[in-house]
């Protein structure tokens, strides 16, 4: 995937992130966490856009990010910030249903996915989502989860502003938001890779070559047919999977291939998004 199909997944999903502000969340008051949420409470208690809002508090945390994420991926969520910003201006804040929780369901599932797609094509929404970033990355704490307890601050303010009814329309909101962005963005959950194959050297250099990750390589034979076998253990994240399956497929087609979900790893495991040596993202 090239740099261009990336940016326009990110602007996509940016966009239907400002719809779900504006069609689920806004009319009813139900607020988005972290910073997207004071924005948001702001937007509503003063004359100025949400959107513009959202821009002006998100400019130190993304200085912030520049220093410790990388200037592509600080780019990238500046270009999510100013698209969803942008879209809120434009679309109209509607109520499409008068039923505040469905609303606050909707509005967490759709805004959950999209943010979760964002974080996943190596961008953010800014706010809490870099905050929460540069968090996992030290603790490798699941990001939905770690998100959730960030916002929460913000669910309390919102109950002395409005009501506490609409906090817990909003806590509902958030806590869902939290469950789809891990669904979608897998980078916490670790992977246990098991390779064997008669190309050992030939896969090896392949997996080496385009990955920030360690191998174990064992010698194996087949109970069966007697062959002489590699046998390659690594352990890879799950958002790396689609990344490595064809690196291996392109070498053996044939090879036998296990994978299963590693409960936790311990030791010198490279925790940030940068695994590839050679990015296609």
Not at 60 to 74: A, D, Q, R, S
Request: glycine content about 8%.
């Amino acid at each position: 995937m090239n740099k261009w199909t990336r940016l326009l997944i990110v602007f996509v999903s940016s966009i239907v992130l400002g719809f779900a502000f504006n069609m689920f969340l806004l009319p009813h008051e139900v607020l988005a966490g972290g910073v997207t949420g004071i924005a948001m409470m702001l937007g509503l208690v003063t004359p100025l856009n949400a959107g513009l809002w959202m821009i002006l508090l998100n400019i130190p945390i993304l200085v912030l990010g520049w220093m410790k994420l990388g200037k592509t991926f600080i780019a990238n969520s500046l270009f999510s910030v100013v698209v969803t910003s942008i879209s809120m201006l434009y679309i109209p804040v509607v109520k499409l249903t008068e039923d505040a929780l469905l609303s606050s369901v909707f509005g967490g599932v759709i805004s959950g996915a999209a943010i979760g797609i964002i974080i996943r094509y190596y961008s953010s929404t800014g706010g809490f989502d870099v905050i929460g970033l540069l968090l996992s990355m030290k603790r490798d704490i699941p990001l939905g989860a770690l998100v959730f307890v960030l916002n929460s601050a913000v669910v309390f303010v919102s109950g002395f502003i409005f009501s506490w009814e609409l906090a817990m329309y909003t806590m509902a909101s958030i806590y869902i938001s939290g469950l789809v962005i891990d669904r979608v963005h897998t980078r916490h959950i670790k992977l246990s890779l098991m390779v064997v194959t008669n190309q050992g050297d030939a896969v090896k250099k392949e997996l080496l070559d385009n990955l920030y990750r360690g191998i174990t390589v064992v010698d194996g034979e087949g109970a069966y047919s007697a062959a002489k076998v590699k046998v390659l253990y690594s352990v890879i994240s799950r958002h790396e999977l689609a990344f490595v399956r064809p690196l291996i497929k392109n070498i053996d087609p044939k090879a036998f291939v296990s994978i299963s979900e590693t409960m936790e790893v311990m030791g010198n495991f490279r925790k940030d998004d940068n695994f590839m040596k050679n990015p296609i993202l």
